[in-house]
T-cell receptor
């Protein structure tokens, strides 16, 4: 059974600081997704990581994938308040587009 | 107009009632999914359908059923609702993975409360 674990579950940080969210998963997969969810809203796709060593960047967010370590990271650079949201990673375990989600990391960026 | 729509957006019902949640998409995707979201547990897959004639159980299908009426429509039913089915329900769509991004696109969600 595939298990996906994120940490931390909750992160409160000051504007301008850097931090990293971790996503560990238990079985082999080479396809990993990051989503953002604002309170009361749907999920918005942020990154799709399709191979070992993949790195994607969008603004202050950068995601990477290490399939050998079964680890993905979402790095936040110089956080701003607008990044406050819950972030989910999801793993496609069979290349069949069936996703298993982590529990989410709730990020709060304080002025 | 939104690519993936869900109705109703909010519903309060009583234990034992039959409830249907509907999902429609204009993205032309073959694959559709139903998830539920509970606080702290992320999203869990209830059912998925890879085409109109292909429906499969997900991780937590007990107490739920689905119907794929057309490529664009996928409904989730709770035959006899119970309080622990109170949750936020999401529909999602995707194309078959044939290279490329293949991410799932989510509807706005339905907040269901069972009293």
């Amino acid at each position: 059974e595939l298990k996906v674990e994120q940490n931390p579950l909750f992160l409160s940080m000051q504007e301008g600081k850097n931090y990293t969210i971790y996503c560990n998963y238990s079985t082999t997969s080479d396809r990993l997704y990051w989503y953002r969810q604002d309170p009361g809203k749907s999920l918005e796709s942020l990154f799709v990581l399709l191979s070992n060593g993949a790195v994607k960047q969008e603004g202050r967010l950068m995601a990477s994938l290490d399939t050998k370590a079964r680890l993905s990271t979402l790095h936040i650079t110089a956080a701003v308040h607008d990044l406050s949201a819950t972030y989910f990673c999801a793993v496609d375990k069979s290349a069949g587009n069936m996703l298993t989600f982590g529990g989410g990391t709730r990020l709060m960026v304080k002025p | 107009d939104a690519d993936v729509t869900q109705t109703p957006r909010n519903r309060i019902t009583k234990t034992g009632k039959r409830i249907m949640l509907e999902c429609s998409q204009t993205k032309g995707h073959d694959r559709m999914y139903w998830y539920r979201q509970d606080p702290g547990l992320g999203l869990r897959l209830i059912y998925y359908s890879f085409d109109v004639k292909d429906i499969n159980k997900g991780e937590i299908s007990d107490g739920y059923s689905v119907s794929r009426q057309a490529q664009a429509k996928f409904s989730l039913s709770l035959e006899s609702a119970i309080p622990n089915q109170t949750a936020l329900y999401f529909c999602a769509t995707s194309d078959p993975p044939a290279g490329g991004r293949n991410e799932q696109f989510f509807g706005p969600g339905t907040r269901l409360t069972v009293l």
